[in-house]
Structure formats: C-alpha cells, structure tokens
C-alpha cells in the first residue's frame, strides 16, 4: 500500500471524527447514523454504561440521540491528537482524544476523555466498526445533569416478534411449521407463545394479519433464541414457512432504556 493511499485514509479517518462530533453538536443523527458500519461494538464500560455490545448503525444513534436529548442542553466537542495505524486498505485502527463542553441552564461540565476506535473502508468512505470511549476526568457541574443516562441495571428480556399473513390452501405447511419452530422456541428458553390477531386499525395500517409475540429472559436466552434461525432444524422447515405464508417479519426487540 503506498504512501499516499495511506496519507489519504488518515484524512478520511480524522475528518470521520470530526463529523462524529459534528453530528453530535448539531443533533444530525442522520450524520451520525451515516459513519457507523451496519454493525458496531460499543463499549461506554469505564463511564459505567455496562460492558461492550454490539448494535446496528441505527440503534447505536438512537442511543447517543437518548444521551444528549436533555432538555436546554448545547454542547461542543473537539477532536485532536489523531493517533492512527492504517492496516490495509480495508481496515485501521486508532486513538483520538475528545474535549467536550456541556452548557445547560448557565452551568458546564466539561469533559476529558479518549476514543480507541477501529475502522472500515466500504463504498461509501471510511466508518466506525468499534467505538471504545475511556474518560480521563470530568469538571464542573455533576455530569447527571447533562445526560440521560440509560438504566444500568437492565431487565435483560427479549421479545422475538413474528407478524405474518398465512395462506389457509396451505394449511399443511402452516402446521407443519408452527407444530416445527415453537418447540424450538420453547427449548431454547421462550415464554409459551402468544398469537394474535389484528381486529382494526385505529392510525395507519398493516398488511399482515396476525402476531405472534415469546420472551426470553437473560443474555443466554437471547443467544439461543438467536440460534434456533441458524440451526439445521430450522433450516429444514423454512420451505414450509414459505409455501404457508404470504408476508412474514421475524424481529428481536428489547427493554428501552429508563431514566
């Protein structure tokens, strides 16, 4: 890789934090969103927010959008000593640190911190892949009334929701399947199903017909419910899944964080 190619990508990867602080000041989670990959490693661990997790480029802004949605709150962030190490073309790594003012209601608290970080090359530029952020000190006004700070002591629940339009001529293969995933469900630490149906819609509308709603509780939980869409055993009835219904969203959910 030569010089040049690897001058360039620390000026992408610098201005990347410049626009993570810009987006963060300007409240454009839409920017921010922007220079996340689709999957990133979070770890806000040493600020006492748990330990590293993975999220999607989504969930990840909509938790930084949580963080700095307290009301009459301004802030500035400076990024500066860009310590960068580009690997290949593909991939970097690096440290940055960050000095962010927070001004509410006549009060600031500033913080001193760093970011460990690594970094992808896709088609659209440079992003995150992992975010690490290791405070140094805080000054100022108490740093709780500048933040909404998620709960740290999560319910650890898991909710798989399906919603789905079955095809009643295929009633075998919908029987099939149903009497196929639920035991694995169950086996893998899910609630007894619940199936519903929608009655009416009161704004907007839907263009399935019916819900079916299992919960998991703890971490473990979560993995194997996880597992059961990648296991053999599955794989086996997706053809019944797709013969038994028109239109069908499988979706994990969890808690929203509390204040």
């Known amino acids: 890789m030569s010089d040049l190619i690897t001058l360039l990508a620390k000026q992408e990867i610098t201005e990347l934090h410049y626009k993570y602080a810009q987006a963060i000041d300007k409240q454009d989670w839409d920017l921010f969103q922007s220079i996340v990959d689709k999957k990133i490693v979070v770890d806000y661990s040493k600020w006492g927010m748990g330990g590293p997790i993975t999220m999607t480029n989504t969930e ?10 307290t009301e009459s709150l301004f802030t500035q962030h400076y990024m500066t000593n860009p310590i960068l190490h580009v690997i290949d073309e593909t991939n970097a790594k690096g440290e940055v640190y960050v000095f962010a003012r927070h001004y509410r209601n006549n009060k600031i608290m500033s913080l001193n911190a760093y970011y460990s970080c690594e970094y992808k090359n896709t088609n659209s530029g440079w992003v995150f892949t992992s975010i690490e952020m290791i405070p140094r000190w805080d000054e100022g006004e108490d740093v709780v009334n500048f933040f909404q700070i ?3 002591d999560p319910t650890q629940k898991t909710y798989l929701f399906v919603t789905a339009t079955p095809i009643m001529k295929y009633h075998d293969a919908l029987e099939r399947y149903v009497k196929g995933v639920i035991p694995m469900l169950i086996k893998a630490g899910g609630s007894q199903p619940k199936i519903i149906k929608q009655d009416k819609s009161v704004a907007g509308h839907t263009d399935t017909f019916m819900s079916m709603i299992v919960e998991f509780n703890g971490v473990e939980a979560r993995k194997a419910a996880e597992a059961v ?3 053999d055993e599955y794989k086996m009835i997706i053809p019944d899944r797709d013969r038994a219904f028109s239109k069908m969203n499988i979706a994990f959910y969890s808690d929203m964080p509390q204040v």
């Open 60 to 69: 990840y802004a909509e938790l930084v959008q949580y963080l700095f949605s």
């Open 150 to 152: 998620p709960d740290t």
């Open 229 to 231: 869409f990648e296991s």
